[in-house]
């Protein structure tokens, strides 16, 4: 009997979900992307999970879509914009938008649409043996995945075009350097390293922190003007919150703050 392709676990106030093909690397046909959409539900609908992790089983974290789930010897050929449309632009868009922060542990090869989604969580962390490979080009196509959005804004323009169009493996300490991820660490202290981080953004102000995302990615678009003026509402809003009163109360007594669960969407 096969293994289930997605692993959930809850840890305290947080939860790790894990991509479990390891004999395929972890790479996407439709059983896994339903399991994954049913996890990030259940994450979604736990009023006490109020932070995520994700990583891959084995030796990669995920290597994109199964390609033996393609069939191109014949004269048919894939509707790649229904699979696009059907399962990875949902899923990219979902993490975006979790009411909670999110971490990606990448212990592995991130290949393909596996290397752009794990840049779509709010913070990344690598083990120092894996690589980003945007691999497109190898197979005549392009990033998905929001590869051509994510590239640009965090690696700039020229890398980008290098990472897509040469299909070259991209270390993680490199990856760091370009500021494509928050971290390489030490693989032995990969897991560790990310429970601790998520550890600690499950115990913050969680409304404040997916505030942080969304201001972030909205000053993408924004002039200063605009930006100023989001920051005001935003900030009047988080400033009526009990969560800024007990930062404010913890810091003058000198201790820890106690921030309450998260707050709904």
């Given at each position: 009997m096969e293994e289930a392709p997605i692993l959930s676990a809850t840890r305290g106030n947080f939860r790790v979900v894990t991509l479990n093909r390891p004999q395929r690397l972890n790479s996407f046909n439709e059983a896994m992307h339903a399991a994954l959409q049913a996890a990030l539900d259940?994450?979604?609908?736990?009023?006490?999970?109020r932070a995520l992790l994700v990583t891959g089983a084995g030796r990669g974290f995920?290597?994109?879509?199964?390609?033996s789930d393609r069939n191109v010897s014949g004269g048919d050929r894939p509707d790649l914009g229904r699979t696009i449309g059907t399962f990875?632009?949902?899923?990219?868009?979902?993490?975006?938008?979790?009411?909670f922060p999110t971490v990606c542990a990448v212990n592995g090869v991130a290949a393909g649409a596996g290397a752009n989604i794990a840049l779509a969580f709010d913070i990344v962390l690598a083990?120092?043996?894996?690589?980003?490979?945007?691999?497109?080009?190898k197979i005549a196509l392009i990033p998905d995945s929001g590869g051509t959005w994510f590239l640009p804004k965090l690696a700039g323009a020229a890398r980008a075009r290098g990472?897509?169009?040469?299909?070259?493996?991209?270390?993680?300490?490199?990856?760091e350097s370009w500021g494509?991820?928050?971290?390489?660490?030490?693989?032995?202290?990969?897991?560790?390293?990310?429970?601790k981080i998520c550890a600690q953004l499950a115990s913050g102000p969680t409304e404040a922190l997916v505030s942080i995302r969304?201001?972030?990615?909205?000053?993408?678009?924004?002039?200063?003007d605009e930006q100023l003026e989001l920051?005001?509402?935003?900030?009047?809003?988080?400033?009526?919150?009990?969560?800024?009163?007990?930062?404010v109360k913890a810091f003058m007594e000198k201790r820890a703050a106690n921030f309450s669960a998260r707050k709904a969407k």
């Amino acid at each position: 009997m096969e293994e289930a392709p997605i692993l959930s676990a809850t840890r305290g106030n947080f939860r790790v979900v894990t991509l479990n093909r390891p004999q395929r690397l972890n790479s996407f046909n439709e059983a896994m992307h339903a399991a994954l959409q049913a996890a990030l539900d259940e994450a979604e609908r736990d009023p006490q999970c109020r932070a995520l992790l994700v990583t891959g089983a084995g030796r990669g974290f995920c290597a994109g879509q199964d390609l033996s789930d393609r069939n191109v010897s014949g004269g048919d050929r894939p509707d790649l914009g229904r699979t696009i449309g059907t399962f990875y632009n949902p899923l990219v868009k979902r993490i975006k938008s979790l009411p909670f922060p999110t971490v990606c542990a990448v212990n592995g090869v991130a290949a393909g649409a596996g290397a752009n989604i794990a840049l779509a969580f709010d913070i990344v962390l690598a083990a120092r043996s894996a690589n980003f490979i945007q691999a497109f080009a190898k197979i005549a196509l392009i990033p998905d995945s929001g590869g051509t959005w994510f590239l640009p804004k965090l690696a700039g323009a020229a890398r980008a075009r290098g990472l897509a169009m040469l299909a070259e493996p991209l270390s993680a300490e490199k990856a760091e350097s370009w500021g494509l991820i928050w971290k390489a660490v030490d693989d032995a202290s990969l897991m560790s390293e990310a429970v601790k981080i998520c550890a600690q953004l499950a115990s913050g102000p969680t409304e404040a922190l997916v505030s942080i995302r969304r201001a972030l990615e909205d000053a993408e678009t924004n002039t200063l003007d605009e930006q100023l003026e989001l920051e005001r509402k935003v900030q009047a809003g988080l400033g009526a919150a009990d969560d800024y009163a007990e930062g404010v109360k913890a810091f003058m007594e000198k201790r820890a703050a106690n921030f309450s669960a998260r707050k709904a969407k």
